[in-house]
């Protein structure tokens, strides 16, 4: 059974940063690749980043391009997401993903879900 636990998500100004981080607990998934998605109220949870378990091929929606990085470090069995230069619309519950290959958690088909942690971007 593997349990997908993110943290780092809160409040914070528009122009500002935060950083969101995924732990798979009951194994590891080094050989999977790992994504991160968002849901706004009343919208459909949405495709943000995700990056292949070498860490050599990224992915992003446009609407963070530049402004989100996604990484991950398999020793430490941990993905994350920087996210800069915050707007008010990046505000959604953000949900960690797992799945392989990455074409499969692009898609939003991924093995493993994340409960999600809340991000607020506020005027």
């Known amino acids: 059974q593997v349990q997908l636990v993110e943290s780092g998500g809160g409040l914070v100004q528009a122009g500002g940063s935060l950083r969101l981080s995924c732990v798979p607990s009951g194994r590891a998934l080094s050989m999977s690749a790992m994504g991160w998605f968002r849901q706004a109220p009343g919208k459909e949870r949405e495709f943000v980043a995700a990056?292949?378990?070498?860490?050599?091929?990224?992915n992003y929606t446009d609407s963070v391009k530049g402004r989100f990085t996604i990484s991950r470090d398999n020793a430490e069995n941990t993905v994350n997401l920087q996210m800069n230069s915050l707007k008010q619309e990046d505000t959604a519950v953000y949900y960690c993903?797992?799945?392989?290959?990455?074409?499969?958690?692009?898609?939003?088909?991924?093995?493993?879900w994340g409960p999600g942690t809340q991000v607020t971007v506020s005027s």
């Open positions: 990056i292949n378990w070498r860490g050599g091929s990224t």
């Open positions: 993903a797992a799945g392989s290959p990455l074409s499969v958690v692009v898609a939003g088909k991924p093995d493993y």
